[in-house]
């Protein structure tokens, strides 16, 4: 079946500019999450979502970011005022149900370039 | 092939030999562990789960194992393949219920022909 998806798969973008990132979940999936990883290094949470409740914001690095689901399912990611330790991929995960235990699966990523 | 202390990030092996890449995980409280791939390029791919209530659980070519006494995991892939190189993450759950995962820095396995 298809996995998730994300969109685009790389991004170059100058300084000060804002940049939208899009991840479709695989469907059914309940519970949909935003990490970040840098270069090398491992994944930093970002955002979360479950169903209908309030997202939990909490590993947003700063209020440039931020990120919308629709309809509960896809979701964009936001970031204003780019800069250059933006840079990274952004990776958007899903899974059945929101609670521990519940595998979660990757998308691809988007790299995100800052110049 | 074999990391050995809390976490080295790299690790080599000769095509055919088994692999153990370690784990050292920081909260006690956490109750269920992943282990995930990540090629060039490509998200992390799913490999393998556990929860503390097990010590060990196999799936195909892979076994890992839980030592919540010294809160070590290990991961055991047998007769690597080239198509193993990769970066190898593994995952807690910090907190039962918790959606959370706490990922590991990662070790980068590369399989020698």
């Known amino acids: 079946g298809a996995g998730v998806s994300q969109s685009p798969s790389n991004k170059v973008t100058e300084k000060g500019k804002d940049v939208e990132l899009r991840c479709d979940p695989i469907s059914g999936h309940t519970a949909l999450y935003w990490y970040r990883q840098s270069l090398g290094q491992g994944l930093e949470f970002l955002i979360y979502f479950q169903g209908n409740s309030a997202p939990d914001k909490s590993g947003l690095p700063s209020d440039r970011f931020s990120a919308e689901r629709t309809g509960g399912s896809v979701s964009t990611l936001t970031i204003q005022r780019t800069q250059q330790e933006d840079s990274a991929v952004y990776l958007c995960?899903?899974?059945?149900?929101?609670?521990?235990?519940?595998?979660?699966?990757f998308g691809p990523g988007t790299r995100l370039t800052v110049t | 092939g074999e990391s050995v202390g809390l976490h080295l990030p790299t690790l080599s092996v000769q095509e055919g030999d088994n692999s153990i890449i370690n784990c050292a995980y920081s909260n006690s409280a956490s109750d269920y562990f992943i282990w995930y791939k990540q090629e060039s390029g490509k998200g992390p791919q799913f490999i393998i789960d556990?929860?503390?209530?097990?010590d060990k659980r196999q799936g195909q070519r892979v076994t890992v194992l839980l030592n919540k006494t010294v809160k070590h995991l290990s991961l055991q892939i047998a007769a690597t393949q080239p198509g193993d190189s990769a970066v190898y993450f593994c995952a807690e759950n910090p907190r039962s219920n918790d959606y959370k995962l706490s990922f590991g820095a990662g070790t980068t396995v590369t399989v020698r022909a």
């Open positions: 556990i929860r503390s209530n097990m």
């Open positions: 995960a899903s899974s059945l149900a929101g609670t521990g235990g519940s595998v979660q699966y």
